[in-house]
């Protein structure tokens, strides 16, 4: 396989990554993914203002984060539910800080990022409940959010991909529009892309198996297609949706299977597919230009569907 110049200068640097003082495989890839987002994001974009809030639920709470985006004034502001990747087991604020911003600003909508549990210590559904309980309650408290309710949307990126597809199957009719970002989707990890990039760049088979094992101990033997979206045959509530697939990806194949099945559900699915690009680009702004074009390409499919919602309220 051959990588333009820009991948490989990232390949180089990637490989240079040392997680700091890291205690075990899995405090290594958290750390890892926070070094990979910190040292390759780029400059961050200011916002007009970053609300942390929790949500309580009966036996926790779900952090998130709001971003407001520069400039806007409205009363009531358009919102979309940013569901983060971390192969289900990793993943912050900080690591989808830059992505976040930028997708505020361009959108002009207030974007939610939901901490939610992470396995192995919250297996599944415990994130995916996070995520669905989280909607719910920007829709039920969009008032006192200054968020207007029927203008939301999802994101997810990589396995938030997986969870943001299962919670619109859910509750779609709650959405107006859902942007999967390179999903995961299966958890056999036995495409042709994964034979391809079994070792990287960015992610590797071994530590995919042990994620999957790790967030779905039942995969193997009783897959929930809730938890493997490749499995789901319902699209009933899925709303119209853009999935962004990258050339150089392990996951290339699974994430155009899941777009083919909505299709064939009828559900309106727009795929991108970006050539030379590999698995997480959207965290590598300070090298590839292609980000800035994902996140316009974004804003202009939120704009043309929150136009739809309005019309159709007309």
Known sequence: MEFISPIKQIISQLEKIQSFNA???????????????????????????????????EKHQIPIRIYRPKGKTTQKSSAIVYIHGGWFIAGSFETHDAVVRQLANKTGSA??????????????PAGLNDSIDTVKWIVDH???????????????????????????????????????????????????SWGIYETGP?????????????????????PDPLAVP????????TPSTLVFIAEHDALR???????????????????????????????????????????????????QHLEIAVEKEG
Do not use: C
């Open 23 to 57: 205690q075990d495989p899995l405090d290594d890839t958290r750390k890892y993914l926070e070094t990979m987002s910190l040292q390759l994001s780029g400059k961050k974009e200011s916002v007009a203002m970053i609300e942390e809030l929790n949500i309580p639920m």
């Open 111 to 124: 974007v939610i990022f939901v901490d939610y549990r992470l396995a192995p210590e919250h297996p599944f």
């Open 142 to 192: 969009a008032e006192s959010l200054g968020i207007d309710k029927d203008k939301i949307g999802i994101i997810g990126d990589s396995a938030g991909g997986a969870l943001a597809a299962s919670v619109s199957t859910q509750i779609g009719e709650l959405l107006k529009f859902q942007i999967l970002i390179y999903p995961a989707a299966d958890n056999q990890l036995n495409t042709q």
């Open 202 to 222: 960015v992610l590797n088979k071994e530590g995919g198996i042990q994620a999957w094992k790790w967030y779905h101990p039942e995969g193997n033997s009783n």
């Open 230 to 237: 490749i499995l789901i045959k319902d699209f009933k509530n």
């Open 253 to 303: 194949d699974e994430g155009e299977v899941l777009a083919q099945n909505m299709k064939e559900a009828g559900v309106p699915v727009d795929i991108r597919f970006y050539k030379n690009m590999v698995h997480g680009f959207m965290h590598m702004g300070e090298v590839l230009n292609e980000v800035e074009q994902v996140a316009g390409e974004i804003a202009s499919f939120v704009h």
